[in-house]
Each structure stands twice: as structure tokens, then as C-alpha cells.
């Protein structure tokens, strides 16, 4: 009877471990083969980053995209001109944040006005400035041609300067050009011309010696002030004792 049981007990063993075995091997050969598709798998190349002006140059390109979609009737980027740009220009001063006085209001020309007062918000010129110069740059590198581009037109440039000077006189706030500083030479280059004539003295002592000095009017022989020689025979020894400039540049 003993025994009956034990062989009993070992069979349910048996048949429990084979079908534990049989249970997990699906979802250990799933695992395995979801490792190699992923160690098989090729990397991608990562996206350089876009640095903060050509993210907005892209974001202005298509605001302005979707402004010429929205005009009444629609409008395609072969037949925008540069009126077209002015009316987006226009467009856009119901978002802006800047305060541009009237010339009736009692705080045109002052930079920080004391109160509150009902002048219209505006787009900034300095905005618009930067707007039109990222568009100027989005449209050729879109395929457009430059003589065709509507943002570099002469009435762009003429209402981006009215806005200067009107926006300047309604806050009290002067749009100065920046001066360019002059740009200095390197230092390296200043210590090689330095180097250059000190070479230039030399030769001269080194090479003719005081007949040298003589023939170029610097001493050593009798010369005039204006540096003229009076003695032929001392100016043609200086030039025959002279090493001629074909033997110092070989």
C-alpha cells in the first residue's frame, strides 16, 4: 500500500513539473526573441537640435504658411508680393505688447508714463525688424529666388522705418544704430611687421656698412638735406658691395 502511494505522489510530481515546463517555455521564447529584434534592430541617427533662432525661423515660416491659407481669397507663395507682407505685418500688431502713444495723448514721448491710458497695443518695432529678417532668410531657403523676395521689397523697408521713427517719438525712445568697432589687427601680426623692420636695419648695417648707409642717404659720406649723394665713387663701391635681393630669397 506503501508503495502504491509513493509511486502515486511521484507521478503528480512529474506531471506538475512538465507542465510548469510547458507553461513557461512560450513566454521565455517570446522574451528571447524580443531581445534580438531589439539588439538587431538599427540605430536611428538623432536629430541635431535646432538652435533657438532657427526654431522660430521655422514657427514664423509657418504662421505665415497658415496666414496666406486663411486670406480671403487664398493666396499661394508665388503671387504673394510685397503688400501682402505689409497687410501680415499689419496683421499682427492685435497681439503685440507695446504701448505706441497717440500724439493727442498726454504721454506721448514719455519713455515710462505715470498712468494707465487708452492708446492701442502694438507690435514692437524691433519685433518686426527680426520677424521680416528670419522670413527673408526662411523664404530663399524654401526655393525661392532673392530678386523675387517679397520680404526684402522696398515697401517693407520703407514701413519698417516709419515704424522706427513714429514708435521713437510716441515713447520717447531713440533706435540708435550699434557702431561697429574697428577690428585691430592680431597681435602676432603686429609683432611681425615689428620683426620685419628691425630685419630692414639690419640688412642695411650688415651689408654695405657705412657705404650702404651712405648710398641710402642715412650717414657715413657726404650728403645734401634732401639726401642726394655728392661723390659717385663712394655710391658705386655701396652698390657693388651690396649682396643683390636674388641671393636672400632663394
Not at 225 to 243: F, H, K
Request: charged fraction near 15%; proline fraction near 8%.
Amino acid at each position: 500500500m506503501s508503495a502504491a502511494a509513493a509511486a502515486a505522489a511521484a507521478a503528480v510530481v512529474v506531471s506538475r513539473s512538465s507542465s510548469s515546463n510547458s507553461s513557461s517555455s512560450p513566454e521565455t521564447y517570446h522574451h528571447l526573441q524580443h531581445h534580438q529584434a531589439f539588439m538587431a534592430a538599427p540605430s536611428l541617427p538623432v536629430a541635431p537640435q535646432l538652435s533657438r533662432y532657427e526654431s522660430q525661423k521655422r514657427r514664423d515660416w509657418i504662421t505665415f504658411g497658415q496666414y496666406l491659407k486663411n486670406h480671403r481669397p487664398p493666396l499661394t507663395l508665388s503671387r504673394c508680393s510685397g503688400a501682402h507682407v505689409l497687410e501680415f505685418l499689419r496683421y499682427l500688431d492685435q497681439f503685440g505688447k507695446t504701448k505706441v502713444h497717440g500724439s493727442g495723448c498726454p504721454f506721448y514721448g514719455h519713455p515710462n508714463p505715470p498712468a494707465p491710458c487708452p492708446c492701442p497695443l502694438k507690435q514692437a518695432w524691433g519685433s518686426l525688424d527680426a520677424l521680416i529678417g528670419r522670413l527673408r532668410a526662411a523664404f530663399e531657403e524654401n526655393g525661392g529666388l532673392p530678386e523675387t523676395n517679397p520680404f526684402g521689397a522696398r515697401a517693407v523697408r520703407l514701413y519698417l522705418r516709419e515704424v522706427r521713427d513714429t514708435q521713437a517719438k510716441a515713447r520717447g525712445i531713440a533706435y540708435e544704430k550699434k557702431k561697429r568697432k574697428k577690428s585691430l589687427p592680431p597681435q602676432g601680426t603686429q609683432l611681425l611687421q615689428h620683426e620685419q623692420r628691425g630685419q630692414r636695419g639690419n640688412f642695411v648695417s650688415g651689408y654695405g656698412g657705412a657705404e650702404a648707409g651712405a648710398a641710402l642717404g642715412v650717414g657715413g659720406g657726404s650728403a645734401q638735406p634732401n639726401g642726394v649723394m655728392l661723390g659717385g665713387a663712394s655710391s658705386t663701391a655701396a652698390r657693388g658691395s651690396m649682396m643683390p635681393l636674388s641671393v636672400l630669397n632663394c
